[in-house]
């Protein structure tokens, strides 16, 4: 296991996939509404320029009437579907200090998939800033699933840049991040991806990396890939073929425990699945290096 791809699988996650974005952070009836008028707010003046939160609003069409986070909102997450990230960038990064935890998260959404693409200085430099901004969110609102999502992502980030040590260090924070948020939103089956991937990859472990856990900890982090499957099955369970990333770890893990039968099954739905962005093409580029050893 290289330094680069570190503990956890989530260094592959790519969460730009437009049915998981619908699905985790799905607009109500109000901003879905907001939405239709994104094309329009296109062309309004720079949002610095309009008031805070609530002072300005905007008729729609329909007489909808929205307040100028709602507007941030409904344009980022639009950009969002569109993998705009540096447009989202340039108008959220004006409104880190603002105290709003719903527009922070967006806009640490875009730093870190903007810094999949970026040399490696600049790279490091989003994410050690998404990384404060979100921990300083989960203060303003600690109940904020969303939030200790993202932390659990970029802390782990953060940790890719750090080393091998402070990845082991950190695999526990990284790991009470995921389950505050399930524990927040039991019905989220990424959140059980990426726990299933966190139980994976300790699972996986070399034994120097464990010699190194054993002595940054007294009892160091544990798990199995028994424990990592049940993760991956339950987000099946709540949402039946969600994530080309979480049938390939079906896959993966099943060969682990020598289910070759089960193993064959998955692998084979992820190399069917349709490739709608960079996550899913590289599962299915994985799943059929897997079945060509078969």
Known sequence: MSLRKGLFIMRHIKISQRSFVRRSFQLSRKRNNQHILVKKLYTLPSFTAMALWGLKKIKGENETIIT????????????????????????????????????????????????????????KKLIFEACHLILDAIKIKEDHWVAHKWASILL???????????????????????????ELNPKEPTLMYMLGSWCYQI???????RKIASVIFAEPPSSSFEEALKYFENAEEIEPNFYSQNLLMLGKTHLKLNNKEKALKYLKMTVDYPAKNDDDRNAKQEAQKLLKNF
């Open 68 to 123: 100028t986070k709602e507007v941030l909102i409904a344009k980022a997450d639009a950009l969002y579907d569109q993998e705009q990230y540096q447009e989202i960038y340039k108008f959220l990064i004006n409104y880190k200090d603002s105290g709003d935890v719903e527009i922070i998260w967006r806009l640490c959404r875009a730093m870190y998939k903007m810094s999949k693409n970026a040399n490696e200085i600049d790279g």
């Open 156 to 182: 782990n980030s953060k940790t890719l840049y750090e080393g091998m040590k402070a990845q082991i260090k950190e695999s526990y924070n990284i790991k009470k991040h995921m389950l505050r948020a399930i």
């Open 203 to 209: 699972a996986d472990l070399t034994w120097y990396q």
